[in-house]
């Protein structure tokens, strides 16, 4: 079957302007996650959803970044103001509870704030 | 909170040969599970190999093998007979159900492969 899709693969702002990252888990995987990766470094945990509910945010570094899984399903990862620094790849992963926690991973979203 | 230690930010073998990348790990958890992830350029992170704390057995995965050593919170990986195509960024990544299963991942080493 088909894997974790995000949408869109490069995404180029200006600073200041809101964003919206897509995500499209393996169909009936009910975890869902979304990391943050900057150059040269690993991804960090932002959010994690069980299902339509965050059941932890506490990676997202502030305010501005808010995520939602309305479904269960596909979720979106939202910026507000984007600045220079949120510039990175954001990945998203997905895991069904059967699979011993082992998370599957979309190709990402290059993010560029001018 | 836990953390995930590589200390070899870049590593090159040739074809054929055998390479061994190294990870440590700090936890308070006595269940939780180690991974090591592969990414190639295309971003795609592709799960190499999966190791349980619980198992004393180190897993393996074709000519991809780890060592474990749980009292000294260590998890290297073995890649035998390196392939060009094993080039790529490793990560070497943990988690535990009570946790959410949320990963923590290292800082990655990248891997060259010579002709």
């Known amino acids: 079957g088909a894997g974790v899709s995000q949408t869109p693969s490069n995404k180029v702002t200006e600073k200041g302007k809101y964003v919206e990252l897509r995500c499209d888990p393996i169909?009936?995987?009910?975890?869902l996650y979304w990391y943050r990766q900057s150059l040269g470094q690993g991804p960090e945990f932002l959010i994690y959803?069980?299902?339509?509910?965050?059941?932890?945010d506490s990676g997202l570094p502030n305010d501005r970044f808010f995520a939602v899984r309305p479904e269960g399903s596909v979720s979106t990862l939202k910026i507000q103001r984007t600045e220079r620094g949120d510039s990175a790849v954001y990945l998203c992963?997905?895991?069904?509870?059967?699979?011993?926690?082992?998370?599957?991973f979309g190709p990402g979203t290059r993010l560029t704030v001018l | 909170a836990q953390t995930v230690t590589q200390s070899q930010p870049e590593m090159s073998v040739q074809e054929a040969e055998t390479v061994t990348l190294s990870c440590t790990y700090d936890?308070?958890?006595?269940?939780?599970?180690l991974f090591w992830y592969k990414q190639p350029p295309s971003r795609q992170m592709i799960l190499v190999i999966r190791?349980?704390?619980?198992?004393?057995q180190n897993a393996t995965e074709n000519r991809f093998s780890v060592n474990f050593q749980k009292a000294a919170k260590s998890f290297s990986l073995k890649i035998s007979d390196s392939q060009l195509g094993d080039a790529a960024m490793y990560f070497c990544a943990y988690n535990s159900e009570t946790s959410g299963s949320r990963l923590t991942f290292g800082e990655g080493t990248q891997l060259t492969v010579n002709p």
């Open positions: 992963a997905s895991r069904s509870s059967g699979t011993n926690n082992e998370q599957f």
């Open positions: 959803f069980q299902g339509t509910g965050a059941a932890d």
């Open positions: 936890t308070s958890e006595s269940d939780y599970y």
């Open positions: 190791q349980e704390a619980y198992k004393q």
């Open positions: 169909s009936g995987h009910t975890a």
